[in-house]
């Protein structure tokens, strides 16, 4: 027998992990980091669709406990170490910019933790989220990376770093953010499908 669970059910968050790694490996060894922007995107797409995936599922209480904390660990590799190897990685090397991301891998993990304890024993459908979803970053660092195509490295690397700033920002302060539900599911994953082959064909 086997440690952990390996159902249909955590199919897609384990597929989100494989390929955040997958992503990392790429923006060290790559000569093009458009890959690992592609997989934090793929990534992105995974945990958009693996709580649905897993909804649909017949599970055990414990199956449903190990879904959630899996999905947490999973989302700090996928959109927390996963961005800060392609930050280092587009040149954000300077200290300042290091002292940047370090804040935004805080503000990402308290964000987690807060919420696997706030949502641990609710059993009720979340109809909007408190604060900027970590997953967001899947789409909100390639759309910004794309400015480097029209803006001087003199320019950009300050104002991408200040992207990073005001997402760690956001991720901990408390406002409401609505939730993707319905018709939004599909528009999330075509906006990520254009991206893709944006990164893919013109990067």
């Known amino acids: ?14 597929a989100g992990l494989l390929t955040a790694v ?7 060894t790559c000569g093009k980091i458009n ?4 997989c934090l995107m793929v990534s992105g797409i995974c945990d958009l669709f693996d709580g649905m ?5 017949k599970r055990t209480e414990e199956e449903k406990m190990f879904g959630i904390e899996l999905d947490s660990i ?19 090397t300077h200290i300042w910019d290091v002292i940047i991301f370090m804040l935004f891998a805080l503000s990402g993990v308290a964000r987690l933790a807060y919420f696997n304890i706030a949502t641990a024993d609710s059993e009720k459908a979340v109809k ?3 604060g900027l979803p970590i997953t967001y970053t899947a789409l909100i660092f390639p759309l910004a990376y794309l400015l480097r195509l029209v803006m001087d ?7 991408y770093s200040a992207v990073i700033g005001a997402v760690a920002v956001l991720m901990i302060v ?10 939004w599911y599909g528009i999330f994953g075509l906006i990520a499908v254009v991206l893709l082959t944006v990164y893919l064909v013109f990067i």
């Open 1 to 14: 027998m086997l440690i952990g669970k390996w159902n249909k059910s955590v199919i897609l968050t384990y």
């Open 22 to 28: 997958l992503g990392m490996f790429l923006a060290f």
């Open 35 to 38: 890959y690992a922007f592609c």
């Open 53 to 57: 995936v897993a909804r649909r599922c």
């Open 74 to 92: 999973v989302d700090a590799v996928s959109f927390i170490a996963l961005p800060v190897c392609i930050f280092i990685n587009i040149g954000l």
């Open 128 to 130: 909007h989220y408190i």
């Open 153 to 159: 490295d003199g320019a950009f690397m300050p104002f």
């Open 174 to 183: 408390r406002f409401k953010c609505p939730k993707p539900k319905g018709i």
